[in-house]
């Protein structure tokens, strides 16, 4: 959690710089959601994301230095420096975007979901969405697709209340998402998305399921966006006192109090990850920063594949 | 042996499942029905429904599934019952198929390939008769297949599923039923250029799918009328076989081309702009389109043959260019 809190930390100080440009959506605040959940899989399981994936991407293992690189828009970026914040994609560890169309990636994990089943593979494949994407069409054809044909599909709902700019209340007629999920005759929790053991525990208990034949599952989680939007956002919608109501429940102070009440962790250790995160920040700056740029004759490329029968 | 272009894809079909553990077929109707157009009458029994997949009317959710299963190692024939509908599952084709491949930086391509029925002439209204395909020949990262005859019909499914990206495959509703001689032993054709069913010196018609028979027929005609025509079937509307079409053209020096889909902004267009581009030193006439009215097809069958390209309409262009006048503008 740490690490993906002071990557974007960075990602946003370099986007003042100028460093990162395009849209530049941060997690911070919602990792609790990404990190327990993606913990909870296991490392063949597909995993379709979000525009603001930075989190589920770093927690699957796809380098950091990669993910800075492809904001970076160079080359050595995790998608050649074409897809950018929104669009990270990562072959070795299953990662299949970055979708920045709400409700677009779930098609897609229906599929891989379906592939799985039709190779006989164990696999589960984990969706994430925001709430907004709970009023598109898509998600209800994906929905009623999975529970239809029982497939190996994890519905993971970050609620983080706002569609962008727009509440939840005055965007659904009914508030309550994984009670909708329950009309397809799926399994469907909510789960506090501020706490990554409850997310981690849900995911578990979910993934179990699905991995036994138990069909697509929904989570819901419970959560909150700490930042604007995007680095363009004013935030006119939402009042700082609600802000900071959600920071009073910042996820990663009320992990580590946990973790020192076990005596797990104590401030001394808490400085030694804070170091350690760091350090792999400060890398995969430093990655980004000795990258190259894809020579413009390349413009083409992956418009075809260039092995045809591959 | 004598058979039709629907019983040509059914085949194709068939050979792609047998041959190919990762082959389906998905879509609204393919399985219980039969498929709307009967293409895969009979199959479900053969094969099951795994592998005969009928599906929800999700267009968006089952084409997007045929994405996610190609990336997930299968090789999904989607059947969309008609270009109409593929609307709904524009933010699929669009966004993901044709895209993936690039904004990932080569990571992850689609090997999908998706039938659709299109065309009008068939009295069902605006809303199932259009030729909208050259709204997908539009898109970088797609390949567009117009098969017009049974060895197409037959032989262009093998190779598309070969392909290790989405190719969208046209089937105009009115040749499910035209009948003809096929080898016994029709197999893959190939799926990168234009074919030239017809040399002539005079003029090139220049066209594809279900108007290619009426430009055959116009051929005939103007035969009679000591015209020598050319006429070019496209068959590959994405990446268009740019050389057939100038070399035909340089040797004709005059050229019509024959759409269903509307001129603005059109397919037709496309191809004009790349005739004056790439030859038009050579053109004795400005070229000359032949296209669907610019209205959305009506349903009473004399307004919805004044509305799309017949034969007459070719002929009365051909004979305007050789006159001297042109039969363009308008619209």
């Not at chain 1, 997690?27 to 063949?44: K, N």
């Not at chain 1, 969706?127 to 994890?154: I, K, R, T």
């Amino acid at each position: 959690m740490l690490l993906v809190r002071r990557f974007e930390e960075k990602c946003a100080e370099l986007y003042t710089q100028e460093k990162i440009r395009g849209f530049l959506h941060l997690y911070i605040g919602e990792e609790a959601v990404g990190v327990g959940s993606v913990r909870a899989l296991a490392p063949g399981d597909p995993i379709v994301a979000t525009y603001r994936e930075h989190g589920q991407a770093l927690v699957r293992g796809v380098p950091p230095g990669e993910v800075m690189a492809e904001m970076y828009g160079m080359q050595e970026g995790c998608a050649r420096g074409r897809g950018g914040s929104m669009h990270l994609f990562h072959a070795a560890t299953r990662f299949y975007g970055g979708n920045a169309i709400v409700g677009g990636g779930l098609p897609i994990a229906v599929g891989l979901a379906l592939a799985a089943r039709m190779k006989g593979e164990d696999q589960v494949t984990a969706c994430y969405f925001g709430d907004g994407a709970v009023a598109e069409g898509e998600f209800h054809e994906s929905m009623n697709l999975a529970a239809l044909w029982n497939l190996p599909v994890l519905f993971c709902c970050e609620n983080n209340l706002y569609a962008m700019g727009t509440a939840i209340a005055i965007s659904h007629a009914e508030t309550d998402i994984a009670l909708r999920a329950t009309a397809y005759g799926m399994p469907a929790w909510a789960v506090d998305g501020m706490d990554v053991l409850a997310v981690e525990e849900a995911t578990r208990k979910a993934v179990e399921s699905i991995r036994g034949g138990g069909g697509p599952h929904f989570l819901e989680f419970r959560t909150y966006r700490f930042r604007p939007h995007s680095m363009f956002d004013p935030e006119l919608y939402r009042s700082r006192e609600e802000v900071q109501q959600w920071k009073e429940r910042d996820p990663i102070p009320r992990f580590f109090e946990r973790l020192k009440g076990a005596g797990m962790l104590d401030e001394k250790g808490l400085a030694g990850v804070e170091k350690e995160v760091a350090a792999t920040v400060a890398e995969a700056v430093a990655f980004a920063e000795a990258g190259t740029l894809e020579p413009v004759s390349e413009l083409t490329r992956f418009v075809h594949s260039e092995e045809v029968g591959a | 042996m004598k058979t039709t272009y629907r019983e040509a894809i059914r085949q194709a079909i068939r050979e792609a499942i047998l041959k190919d553990d990762r082959v389906f077929l998905m879509g609204e109707d393919v399985g219980h029905y039969g498929g709307c157009y009967a293409v895969s009458k009979g199959l479900l029994e053969e094969f099951g429904p795994e592998r005969i997949r009928d599906t929800p009317l999700s267009e968006s959710g089952f084409t997007g599934a045929g994405i996610g299963a190609a990336l997930g190692g299968m090789r999904p024939i989607v059947e969309i019952m008609s270009v109409n509908f593929s609307l709904l599952a524009l933010d699929q084709i669009v966004n993901n198929a044709a895209t993936l491949l690039h904004m990932s930086g080569g990571a992850f391509n689609v090997p999908l390939v998706i039938r659709m029925a299109t065309g009008g002439g068939r009295q069902v209204a605006a809303q199932h008769s259009r030729s909208l395909e050259g709204w997908y020949a539009h898109i970088p990262g797609l390949r567009i297949l117009a098969p017009a005859t049974l060895e197409d019909a037959r032989g262009m499914l093998g190779p598309a599923l070969a392909d290790p990206d989405p190719v969208l495959i046209f089937e105009h509703v009115l040749l499910y039923n035209m009948e003809g001689e096929l080898a016994e032993d029709a197999g893959p054709v190939p799926i990168d250029g234009a074919a030239i069913r017809r040399e002539g010196s005079d003029v090139s018609l220049i066209t594809y799918g279900g108007s290619l028979q009426k430009a055959m027929d116009a051929a005939i005609r103007l035969e009679e009328d000591g015209v020598s025509v050319e006429v070019i079937d496209l068959r590959v509307l994405r990446p268009l076989d740019d050389r057939t079409i100038l070399e035909s053209v340089a040797r004709t020096r005059r050229a019509v081309i024959i759409d269903e889909g509307w001129r603005s902004g059109s397919l037709s267009a496309e191809i004009s702009a790349r005739i004056m581009e790439g030859a038009f030193y050579e053109l004795d006439a400005p070229v000359a389109r032949v296209c669907g009215a610019e209205v959305p097809t009506p349903y009473a069958r004399h307004l919805e043959e004044a509305a799309l390209p017949q034969v007459a309409d070719i002929v009365a262009a051909v004979g305007a260019l050789l006159s001297g006048g042109t039969e363009g503008g308008g619209n």
